[in-house]
């Protein structure tokens, strides 16, 4: 099989069936997909800009809401760093979410330790996921199961 298009199984496909397990790796080409990845820490920016290279993903860096304002509905997936200021972390899901083009651009906020409280705020303004750093290959190869909500996502936000 074609490398960029793999999808190692994990946790993540835990309520995923057989059948539809294979229609996502069958649509999905990871080499395709697009990661915005907003880190304000140069030296993990890079290490994870180079494990998203290494999973056959196109990576993209830079201020999130500059990024998307440019390039916006051409982004698959949002990787956001926690620790930015809580602030700009909700000023970045609200521009999205209250976006047509850009509500449907799933949003994983990277944590580096189980801080309840922020993940809780995010996931209320509509990040859809997080995930624990330091980020290892599983982890990265998973996110295309992501995909799917977006095909999915709703064309009015519910409040």
Known sequence: MDKGKQIVTGK???GVSGSTNKKIR??????????LLCDTNAGSCKEVA????????QGSTGEAIHVLSSEGPSIDI???E???PMANCLKMLKYITED???RCIPVIMLVTEDKISMIANCLRYGAVDYLLTPLG????LNLSIHMESKAHAPTSREE
């Open 82 to 84: 926690l620790d930015l």
């Open 137 to 140: 290959i599983n982890e990265l």
């Open 100 to 102: 047509q083009e850009l």
């Open 50 to 57: 180079s494990l998203l290279k290494e999973c056959s993903y």
């Open 78 to 80: 949002v990787l956001a």
């Open 12 to 14: 993540s496909d835990a």
């Open 26 to 35: 069958a649509l999905i080409d990871r080499s395709k997909l697009r990661i």
